[in-house]
């Protein structure tokens, strides 16, 4: 993924992972019958009008963080599922659990991004809720935030086979974010993190 500058690859990018969560939420969907999951502050009243992909594209248009974000939140979006079993993707909390993760990798990865006002009218929400996805995001993560580059690479060479490949399918049992040891989807990848000062944040005017 060394051409993620690319916008080609971008629009690639951001299509598969819609398609890859979408699959995953409509799966979860099916599943809340069969399996108890938790209400989370992510969790919507109803399903937002707006696609999953529609969404990743007005993320991509205006939080102008560098494309290795996208990257670093699916990352992050993986961990969230492995520590949360309970609270897995779905139709009504997708959306905000992708604002709130792309906001943590901004912030984590980039030397200047924009405040929680900014990303809250990105995404559509409340500068208040924004706020509390965040704090309750950390958490779920174990504040777990660094990834090494070798992560980031196995991650990266993991998109980029499936995007060469076809859409990405949905084990029915199976409904999180990897592709693990038993071939289901899930990217179960154990990594030693090293410490790793966050940058210092640069408010930018709303």
């Known amino acids: 993924m060394a051409e993620l500058e690319s916008p080609r690859v971008m629009s690639k990018l951001i299509s598969f992972l819609s398609s890859l969560l979408q699959r995953v939420a409509e799966s979860n969907d099916l599943?809340?019958?069969l399996q108890?999951?938790?209400?989370?502050v992510f969790h919507g009243l109803t399903r937002p009008t707006i696609s999953i992909e529609n969404y990743l594209?007005?993320?991509l248009k205006y939080a102008n963080c560098s494309p290795s974000c996208f990257i670093v939140s699916y990352i992050y979006l993986d961990?969230?599922?492995q520590r949360q079993p309970a609270l897995p993707i779905n139709s009504f909390n997708v959306h905000r659990l992708l604002i709130t993760s792309v906001m943590v990798a901004a912030k984590f990865m980039d030397d200047m991004y924009y405040n929680n006002a900014y990303y809250a009218k990105v995404g559509g929400i409340s500068t208040a809720e924004m706020n509390f996805l965040e704090v309750d995001f950390l958490f779920g993560l174990g504040f777990h935030l660094n990834v090494t580059p070798t992560t980031f690479h196995t991650y990266c060479s993991y998109l980029q086979r499936e995007m060469l490949m076809?859409?990405?399918?949905i084990n029915s049992a199976e409904s999180s974010l990897c592709m693990g040891k038993s071939s289901k989807l899930h990217l179960c990848f154990n990594d030693d993190e090293s410490s790793h000062q966050q940058q210092q944040q640069q408010q930018l005017a709303v």
Do not use: E, L
């Open 31 to 33: 599943n809340r019958r």
């Open 57 to 59: 594209d007005r993320i």
């Open 166 to 169: 076809q859409p990405p399918t």
């Open 79 to 81: 961990r969230f599922t």
């Open 36 to 40: 108890p999951q938790k209400i989370s």
